[in-house]
C-alpha cells in the first residue's frame, strides 16, 4: 500500500489533500516548497502551483514562511 506521504506548511500538519503553493526561503537561505491542503487552500484562497517551477529570482526575495 503506497499512501502519498504529503504535510501542509499551513497548519502545520500531515494531508492527503496538500498541494505545492509557493516557494518560501528559510532562515539559512534554502528554498523550500511549500504545501496546503485543501481546507486552509479554501480558507486562505491559496492557488495550487503545478508543475513546480523554480523560484524567479527577477521577482525579488521570495516570500517568508507561513507561520501557524
Ligand atoms: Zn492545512
Redesign the pocket.
Known sequence: MSTPVSW?H??A?S?ST?LPIQYAAREDGTVVLLY??A??REQRGLTPRWPPRPPEPALGPAAPAPRP
Open positions: 501542509c499551513w497548519h500538519g494531508s496538500a496546503a491542503c481546507p486552509c
